[in-house]
């Protein structure tokens, strides 16, 4: 085991805490080689995917890595911008939203940055960052509402992997969920009235969450049940009735079973039951990336128009939309609470404490 020295904290700086909200990663531009290394990184995460190791590489680099980047290089062109993946601006966004909430909170005793799990701007070099700049009290949250192995999971592995390698560590702690926090419930539900105020409401709401292995459910992993509750309690929140809404999963990849029912499976049905009009939102994604962008905006629009549909509107992820920034504050306030104001010095501290000790 090697560890870094000195370069962990920088004494000189006034501690901090620093915030790291972190998402997925995304590749580096929508091109076939940057793909294959995006993917590679990925799908080579055993938290992502679950296979025997051996077999499973012998999968990924004798097939899918000389397949997929091509098809999703030419997904990802249709959905990037000048300012690069959406995943990667709206993360930042966030992130610099999150900052001057803070800065107007805390002044400058909590620092926020953002990093990716996968790719460019990865969590390491984002502690580094961090840790230079003063940290002493870190709270790690990853912009995945509902907890899964693949997502929050691979997250801690990450944080758990950089401090193997550090003398000091930091105070830590890590929000693995948000699913049924009120204030994430209330911005969903506020950002689907306003949807609602401008468009009106159609027959029904769907609400779709990226998918994962049907056998991680079995398994153990809450992943499943938090979408569930997440979709329940919004449905409360907009005094939904039972059949004005209903949840169901994305994104499928590979040929095992995933999460059901499916979206494209479940929009393509619709219109044989009688309904032709649809709302779609992704209370899973915190902010809008390829799959919502495409997968939902675009592919299983045609689904559902094809199969007879009418109406189909794409109700965008909260990304830095107000109401998210205060439902995340709120959030990191609860966790940060104990720790401000921060002793500009903490041998001094400690040294008070002795001298009261000893007055009392
Ligand atoms: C291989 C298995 C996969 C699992 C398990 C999985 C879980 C999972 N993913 C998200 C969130 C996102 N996934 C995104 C893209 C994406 N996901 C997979 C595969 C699995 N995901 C692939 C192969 C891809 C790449 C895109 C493609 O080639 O089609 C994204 C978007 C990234 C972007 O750059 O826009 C997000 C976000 C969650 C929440 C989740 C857990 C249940
Ligand atoms: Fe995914
Ligand atoms: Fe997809």
């Known amino acids: 085991m ?88 709206n993360t930042r966004a966030q992130a610099e939203a999150l900052q001057t909430a803070m800065t107007r909170l805390h002044g400058e005793s909590v620092i926020v940055e953002y990093a990716m799990r996968y790719g460019t701007r990865s969590i390491p070099e984002q502690l580094q960052s961090l840790f230079e700049m003063g940290t002493r009290k870190l709270l790690v949250l990853p912009l ?15 944080v758990a992997a950089d401090f193997q390698r550090r003398r000091w560590l930091p105070d830590l702690r890590f929000v693995a969920q948000y699913h049924d926090h009120p204030a994430y419930i209330q911005a969903l539900a506020d950002s689907i009235r306003a949807h609602w105020a401008e468009h009106g409401r159609a027959e029904l709401l769907l609400m779709s969450y990226h998918g994962e292995p049907q056998r991680y459910l079995e398994q153990g992993d809450p992943y499943h049940c938090q979408c ?19 949840t169901c999963f994305q994104s499928r990849f590979g040929r095992e079973p995933w999460l059901q029912p499916y979206t494209d499976a479940t929009l393509k049905a619709l219109p044989g039951k009688g309904i032709r009009s649809v ?80 007055a009392s």
């Not at 104990?338 to 002793?343: A, K, V």
């Open 144 to 158: 995945y509402p509902q907890y899964s192995g693949p997502t929050g999971g691979s997250t801690f592995d990450a």
């Open 279 to 358: 709302q779609l939102i992704c209370p899973g994604f915190s902010a809008d990336c390829l799959e919502t962008i495409e997968e939902i905006g675009v592919e299983n629009r045609e689904y559902f128009m094809h199969a007879g549909g009418e109406r189909y509107e794409y109700i965008p992820c909260l990304n830095s939309q107000q109401g998210h920034i205060e439902a995340l504050t709120q959030i990191i306030e609860e966790q940060i609470q104990g720790w401000l104001p921060l002793s500009q010095d903490s041998d001094a501290t400690a040294a008070r404490a002795r001298n009261l000790g000893a």
């Open 228 to 246: 569930h509750k997440t979709s329940r309690l919004l449905a409360e929140a907009l005094e939904l009735t039972g059949d004005e809404y209903q």
């Open 2 to 89: 090697r560890y870094r020295g000195s370069q962990d904290f920088k004494h000189s700086q006034s501690p901090r805490v620093g915030v790291l909200v972190t998402n997925l990663g995304t590749p580096d531009k929508p091109e076939k080689g940057a793909l294959r290394r995006y993917l590679r990184e990925f799908l080579s995460d055993p938290r992502v995917v679950e296979v025997p190791r051996l077999l499973w590489l012998m999968i990924l680099h004798g097939v899918i890595l000389n397949i997929r980047p091509a098809r999703s290089a030419a997904a990802y062109r249709t959905v990037w911008t000048d300012e690069g993946s959406p995943l990667l601006t």
